[in-house]
Structure formats: structure tokens, C-alpha cells
């Protein structure tokens, strides 16, 4: 009983997501719609397990070519969800051709299977893939069958590293196109698409490591299959999780960036525009406004605002948001250091200095100043009461 639990958890995770994601309905947001077909892809994969390692031998040969078909398409899927993330606004077909190997490897186990007869169907299943004594021969069929099965997971094993590349250089393209136009980036998904890729890599490092162990490993301990189904099962989870809060996508921000038009002239002198750029900052306080973009700083100025962030990444070395936040920071240090202002609340503070939130204010300090506000606020106030009380 507990054993089959063990087996089935991945797949009852997996389902559940699918079917949430499929029927609802999310306008505007195909990668919500699209990570329903990852996760139907990964139920088929988890179900071909749970016939796999409940030693359904009889009908395996109808599960096989669909596992190795759904297995090789997973992380093409995966990858495909991430550029819906972070690059493409809508689903594009062209993309099917990430799924040439797994649609390869599905068909040719599924034909081989038709040329062979009964008794090397037998011998192949229960010898190679169950590791169960049978006799007979090893047929030539049953060898390209168990070549085409060894060449599978060697291509899953080029698929894990492929796309984990791949996947990394959107999501920091992404990163960097997102701080480099919001000065708040707080539920604009840059951290969910850290944790993505944390995810990424956890999953596919564990792939790789289960793929190399092999299933067979995992048939007479359910200790052992506890392992790999409560770590599949906590990371699809987190994924259908994390997916399912997602409502901003890269959709969401190129509406933002043509919002406004951008403006033809150019300011062809980088020093002057670099010193109107630190005048807005410091005399206006444009800082203050919590939701400040790109766009609106380059209204100001009257120039491009790519000109201005290719400024502000080559002279200040930081990104827009990097940028927006120092100041941010500069003020509130003020503040937090101002004895007439030590009954304001960090969160009166967070909204006066220009932070959409005080968790966002307490992180940000935090990375920029090593320790959160409050601390900060209280160290210092003690040192100048103390230095006053010995005077």
C-alpha cells in the first residue's frame, strides 16, 4: 500500500496541474495554457512508471514507445514554457521541432516492436528492461532495440545540458530586460524565474542521476523509490505552484515598453545627458515614485531610453532598477538617521522613499547595506545617544 503511494504521487501531481491548467482560462497568458501540455507530458512519463515498477510486464511494450516519446519531450517542453516566460508572446509551432528526438525515438521503438515476434518481445522486456532471467536468443531486433532504448537516454542525458544552457541565457536576458526598465520589480517575476531556474537545474541534475542509477535499481525497496518520487514530486509541485501564481509574463512587459513611443532624438552628448539624468534623480526626486519605468524617465529627458540605460549600465555600472534604488536607499539612510524622524514607521518610510512595499524596502536595504532597516536604524540611534549621554 505505502509502496504504491510512492509510485503514484508524481503522477497524481502532475494530473492535478494539468487539469488545472487546461481548463481554466488564461487570456493573455499562453504559458500558463502551455504548462498544462508540460505537465500532461510528465503525468505520461510518471504513469509509465507506475506500470514500469509495478512490474506490469504484459503490457509494457504499449507503454514503452509512449515513455520514451513523453520522457524526451519533457525538458523541450520545459524549455518551450520558459521562452513563453521570458521571449515569445504566443505559442509558436516552429517550436515543434524541439520534439524531432522524442517524436524519432517513440516512432522507432513503436516500429521495431511490430517486426518483432511474440517471444522476442518477451525476451527483451523481461531480460533487458526487467532484468528477469528468460530464455531464448538475442535477435537482431531485440539488439536494435535495446540500441535505440540506450540511445534515448544518452540523447536525454544531451537534452538535460542543452537546455539547461538555453534556459539559463533567457532567463537572464530576461532578468536584465526587466531591471533595466522597472525601478520596482517586486510581482514582475524575477524572483520566480530565479526559483525557475533553481528548479531547472535541481530537476535536471536529478534526472541525469536517476537515468544514470537506472529504474531496475529501484524494484525492491520502496526506501530507495521514496527518494526520486519525493523529489519529482516536490519540484513538479513547486513548478505547477509557482506557475499557477504567474499572471506577468514577457506579454505584460512589452505592452509596458509600447505604452509610450520612443522618442527619435538622441542626446549625442553623453556627459551632458548623463548630468541632466543625475539632476532628475537628485533635485526632482523622481525616485519617489514607486512605479517609476524607463519610459517615463526618458519623457523626461526627451531622449531614448535605451541611449539612457546603456548610460546607466556603462557609467553608474548597475541597472535601472540598481540605479532607482541607491537613491532610494540614500533617503531612507537619511531619514533612519534623523532623530526627528525616529517615530516613523519602516513602512512610512518604504512609501516615502519610493518602494511599492516593505518587504521590498527591508530586501533591498538589506543587500545594499548588509543589515535590514530597522537594525540599522537602532544601531545608529544608540551609538548617537550614547555618544550624547557621556557628553
Not at 82 to 88: A, D, G, R
Not at 313 to 332: G, T
Not at 359 to 379: D, L, N
Request: proline share 2%.
Amino acid at each position: 500500500m505505502i509502496s504504491d503511494l510512492i509510485i503514484y504521487t508524481p503522477m497524481y501531481v502532475t494530473l492535478f496541474w494539468a487539469l488545472i491548467f487546461l481548463i481554466s482560462k488564461h487570456s493573455n497568458n499562453s504559458a500558463k495554457q502551455f504548462l498544462g501540455i508540460f505537465m500532461v507530458a510528465a503525468f505520461t512519463v510518471y504513469l509509465s512508471h507506475a506500470v514500469f515498477f509495478q512490474k506490469h510486464n504484459n503490457i509494457f511494450i504499449y507503454f514503452d514507445p509512449l515513455y520514451n516519446f513523453a520522457s524526451l519531450s519533457v525538458y523541450p517542453l520545459y524549455y518551450w514554457y520558459i521562452k513563453l516566460l521570458t521571449s515569445e508572446t504566443h505559442i509558436k509551432l516552429r517550436n515543434l521541432r524541439l520534439l524531432i528526438p522524442a517524436l524519432f525515438f517513440g516512432l522507432a521503438t513503436f516500429v521495431v516492436y511490430l517486426f518483432m515476434t511474440e517471444q522476442e518481445r518477451e525476451y527483451y522486456i523481461n531480460t533487458f528492461l526487467f532484468e528477469v532471467p528468460t530464455t531464448g536468443v538475442e535477435t537482431i531486433l531485440v539488439k536494435v532495440q535495446r540500441g535505440i532504448y540506450l540511445l534515448s537516454r544518452f540523447t536525454f542525458l544531451i537534452q538535460v545540458i542543452v537546455f539547461l544552457i538555453l534556459g539559463s541565457k533567457l532567463v537572464k536576458r530576461y532578468n536584465s530586460r526587466i531591471a533595466n526598465f522597472y525601478s520596482n520589480l517586486e510581482n514582475r517575476t524575477i524572483l520566480w524565474v530565479k526559483l525557475l531556474l533553481i528548479s531547472f537545474i535541481v530537476t535536471s541534475f536529478m534526472s541525469m542521476v536517476f537515468n544514470f542509477i537506472g529504474r531496475e535499481v529501484f524494484f525492491d525497496s520502496s526506501f530507495l523509490l521514496v527518494i526520486p518520487s519525493a523529489i519529482f514530486s516536490i519540484l513538479l509541485f513547486f513548478i505547477g505552484f509557482q506557475g499557477h501564481l504567474q499572471n506577468y509574463t514577457v506579454v505584460d512587459l512589452i505592452e509596458d515598453e509600447n505604452q509610450h513611443p520612443e522618442f527619435d532624438f538622441k542626446e549625442t552628448n553623453q556627459k551632458l545627458l548623463k548630468e541632466k539624468l543625475v539632476r532628475l534623480f537628485e533635485e526632482e526626486a523622481i525616485y519617489r515614485n514607486y512605479d517609476l519605468k524607463m519610459t517615463r524617465v526618458s519623457m523626461l529627458l526627451q531622449t531614448n531610453r535605451t541611449y539612457i540605460s546603456n548610460i546607466i549600465n556603462s557609467e553608474f555600472s548597475c541597472s535601472f532598477s540598481e540605479f532607482v534604488n541607491r537613491y532610494r536607499i540614500k533617503e531612507a539612510k537619511n531619514i533612519l538617521t534623523d532623530f526627528s524622524y525616529d517615530k516613523f514607521s519602516l513602512s512610512h518610510i518604504s512609501d516615502e522613499v519610493g518602494f511599492g512595499s516593505l518587504h521590498t524596502f527591508i530586501r533591498v536595504f538589506k543587500e545594499q547595506e548588509g543589515v535590514p532597516p530597522g537594525k540599522y536604524r537602532q544601531k545608529f540611534l544608540q551609538k548617537n545617544r550614547t555618544s550624547l549621554s557621556n557628553s
